[in-house]
Every structure is written in C-alpha cells, then in structure tokens.
Nanobody, 123 residues
Framework: QVQLVESGGGLVQAGGSLRLSCAAS????????MGWFRQAPGKEREFVAA????????IYSDSVKGRFTISRDNAENTVALQMNSLKPEDTAVYYC????????????????WGQGTQVTVSS
C-alpha cells in the first residue's frame, strides 16, 4: 500500500504562483508513476499533470500546459507541482495520486490517492 500526503495549498492572487508537494510512503517511490488531479465543487475530477517513475516523461492537460511544472525527487519520495500564472479557474482541491505503471491522464487508472489540498485563486 501507498500513503500520500499533499501540502502547500492556500490562497493566492491571480497571476501568482504556488507550489504543491506530495510525500509518499509505504512502497518504493521510484517504482510509481505520480499524477496530480483537481476537483472543483460540483465538477468532475480533472487531470492536471503526471510524471513517470524515471522522471523523464511528463504529461499535462492543455489547460495548464506552459504554466504548471511537475517534478519528482525519488531520494526524498516527493512529487511537486509548481503552478505559475494562476487563474481563478485553477481554484480546486488538488489531489496527488500514484500508480504502478506509466504516467497516464485517466484518474480511474490510479491506485492511491492523497487527501487533497485546497488551492484558491482570487481575482
């Protein structure tokens, strides 16, 4: 089993930046692909970004491409999401997720989930 804990959420003005972190435990972190998803109230969970276990392959949703960067530090068992040029529509609960395969965009293919961290972007 894998336990995931997100941190770094908060309130930021539009155009600002925020960095989310996710700490993993319970399984060898370097063998897991990691992803970030977000969910606004009353909306479906949305893919944000994912990274392969090697760190060499990343994918992003079109809505965040060029603004967000996903990275991982296998020595520290962490994955981060650097969010720049934030927009009010980025407001959501952000979830860290993990799976034993490659990076994918479908939430149903992820096996482990964190508790979420709130990101609020004010206009």
């Amino acid at each position: 089993q894998v336990q995931l804990v997100e941190s770094g959420g908060g309130l930021v003005q539009a155009g600002g930046s925020l960095r989310l972190s996710c700490a993993a435990s319970g399984r060898t972190f370097s063998n897991l692909a990691m992803g970030w998803f977000r969910q606004a109230p009353g909306k479906e969970r949305e893919f944000v970004a994912a990274i392969n276990w090697s760190g060499g392959g990343t994918i992003y949703s079109d809505s965040v491409k060029g603004r967000f960067t996903i990275s991982r530090d296998n020595a520290e068992n962490t994955v981060a999401l650097q969010m720049n040029s934030l927009k009010p529509e980025d407001t959501a609960v952000y979830y860290c997720a993990a799976r034993g395969g490659s990076a994918v965009s479908s939430s149903i293919l992820y096996d482990y989930w964190g508790q979420g961290t709130q990101v609020t972007v004010s206009s």
